[in-house]
């Protein structure tokens, strides 16, 4: 049971570039979340997928897209990197429905760096 | 909107000490409070969630407590060990929303 996983750990990319991080989680949880975490904000949350084929936007989207691909896999791409991009990206799941019990778990996360 | 603060942002104690971290949020009609702990360079690993209807949670040396009429919660730590230095962070749902909204932080070090 590998939990929440994320692929890569590291990148850098140049402004411009478009890159997709992936996550997967083996907990059978119907919510996937993707975070970002910067010195002095906090986490602040990018998109989540409350259940397969479903996708909203959370406080900061802009510059980009998800895609939930099955219930085990959600997916985070930026289609055209810029420095105020770089950042910690996490990616987290959850069982839903049971509101009072939404214990999330995070995966390792993914270091960004835009240049 | 929920807020959650967490004060003071960073901690120092001697190893061996009591310690007790706070969380304050605005929202009273909170689904739950869990608390997580960071180490450096990593994700965050969940400690203790408690639920709206629960006061306290417990795991070992960690003890979680709720009380949503001041709007509080409080991570007690029994008898502090080096590696037990970390960042911890509380987060909180609420308000029809599911999706918690997260503390920046409080910032521990335990010495020898």
């Known amino acids: 049971n590998a939990g929440v996983t994320q692929t890569p750990k590291f990148q850098v990319l140049k402004t411009g570039q478009s890159m997709t991080l992936q996550c997967a989680q083996d907990?059978?949880?119907?919510?996937m979340y993707w975070y970002r975490q910067d010195p002095g904000m906090g986490l602040r949350l990018i998109y989540y997928s409350a259940s397969e084929g479903t996708t909203d936007k959370g406080e900061v989207p802009n510059g980009y897209n998800v895609s939930r691909l099955n219930k085990r896999e959600f997916s985070l791409r930026l289609e055209s990197a810029a420095p105020s991009q770089t950042s910690v990206y996490f990616c987290a799941s959850s069982v839903y429905g049971l509101a009072s019990y939404n214990e999330q778990f995070f995966g390792p996360g993914t270091r960004l760096t835009v240049l | 909107k929920q807020e959650v603060t967490q004060i003071p942002a960073a901690l120092s104690v001697p190893e061996g000490e009591n310690l007790v971290l706070n969380c304050s949020f605005t929202d009273s009609a909170i689904y739950n409070l869990q608390w997580f702990r960071q180490d450096p360079g990593k994700g965050l690993t969940s400690l203790l969630l408690i639920q709206s209807s629960q006061r306290e949670q417990t795991s070992g040396r960690l003890n979680a407590s709720l009380d949503k009429s001041s709007g509080r919660s409080t991570l007690y730590i029994a008898a502090s060990q080096p590696g037990d230095s970390a960042t911890y962070l509380c987060a909180s749902a609420s308000g029809g929303s599911y999706i918690p909204t997260f503390g920046r932080g409080t910032s521990l070090i335990v010495h020898p």
């Open positions: 907990m059978n949880h119907n919510s």
